[in-house]
């Protein structure tokens, strides 16, 4: 029996010595949690609510909270949920099977449990998603919201729903949420976890499946999204963006509003070493003005909010491989080091009104470094995936879409 369920894990990329690491560690994090648990279902039930509510409260508050605070209360909100986890019993397939789709990575339930501690991405998007909440209610007695690729824990809706129920601001008369993920795990513990927070009422269909091809039944007036990585790479978070687009509403909105990809030319040691040797943690408040002056920008590559995502193009290419055309940049000429740098891809997200996700406040808007960029040198062997060009040069990047998504530069 062992040897075919082995086969059929490694062809689909799951059962490599790397994840089962990730098995043994995810057995042992789901026998702690429940350890831990030496409580009732209903002192379960009660902690797991109060740590959801306790986190968006601090996060909605307009009086000075600290670092220590915030992530104090994401950890306990991320042990609460876990044991939600934990009792949805996922077989180790289902929690962590891992892999590349037709648009994007689609991370594995194990990896995507760790996203409800990311607290200045939630911290962005929960207060943006509450002022747009708040705006559309004015004007209309229900909206609907929808969530793709909301990952196992749903963390950017269902601790601000947990937060409205308990301080009686919006009941689930107002406001009705349909999720969809693709993963079977990501459902299976959503359910537990819903049921858990007693949120049945607010949430009108859990949907398994492709957010690509998802359509829903109702119209939409806010689409809340976020499955992208550093650089805007890997994660099928403008394909989805793209198709969902065309359910909103006239007048509805989509957070994040904006999403802003900038390339700029560093020198690899300041910008990711030197730059947060001081500081206790990277957050945008926390960078470094001289390490930030020494950076060479490029400017913006792609822009991506609901009229830029209605305007763009496809380009199919050989294979079915499909991209869409960003912005030209023009290399500097007036940079002595150009040749010692190297390029990196950072992203800055308008979640709604003044609410943003900066770069590195969250993993998301990390710079990522490009080391396949040459300006001005010469690899020393070229391989295909290098792209060399000098400075002057005018660059034009695509954003390929199939597989692995990301950044494709080409010299003009
Ligand atoms: C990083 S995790 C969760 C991110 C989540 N939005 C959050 O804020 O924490 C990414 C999730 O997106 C889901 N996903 C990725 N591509 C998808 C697609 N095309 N359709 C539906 N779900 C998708 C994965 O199954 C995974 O659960």
Redesign the pocket.
Known sequence: MEKPQLEKASALGYADPHIDELLKHSIRTQLESLLKSKVTTEQRVQLLQKSFVEAMTLVLSDTQVTHQQLVKAFENMYDQAVQSMALADLSQEVLTRQYI?A?????S?H??KH??K?VY??KG?ARGIDQAIRGKLKNNSTITIL??????????LLPLLSYYKNSQTFDSQQIKVIL????PG?VMTLKQLIKDLQLDDYILQIAE????Q?TPDVAIDLLV???MQHGFTK??QL??AKHLVKFLNIDGWMIPQNVSVKGMMVIGETEFNQQWKNVEYSHSMNVNNQAQQDRVELGEILRINKSTLLAMDELELQDGVRVISANQIVLPTDVDDMSKRILAIYAHIDTFAEESVGQYDSGITNPKPDMTFYVDLKPREVEHTHFVASSGDTVQFYYQLSGLTGFVPVKI
């Open positions: 789709s648009t994007g990575l689609v991370m339930v990896n995507c996203t409800i990311d991405r939630i998007y969530y793709p690729a909301c990952g196992p824990f749903a963390p950017l969809v993920d693709v993963q990501a499946a492709d957010a690509t998802f999204l976020e499955a994660e099928g394909s989805i």
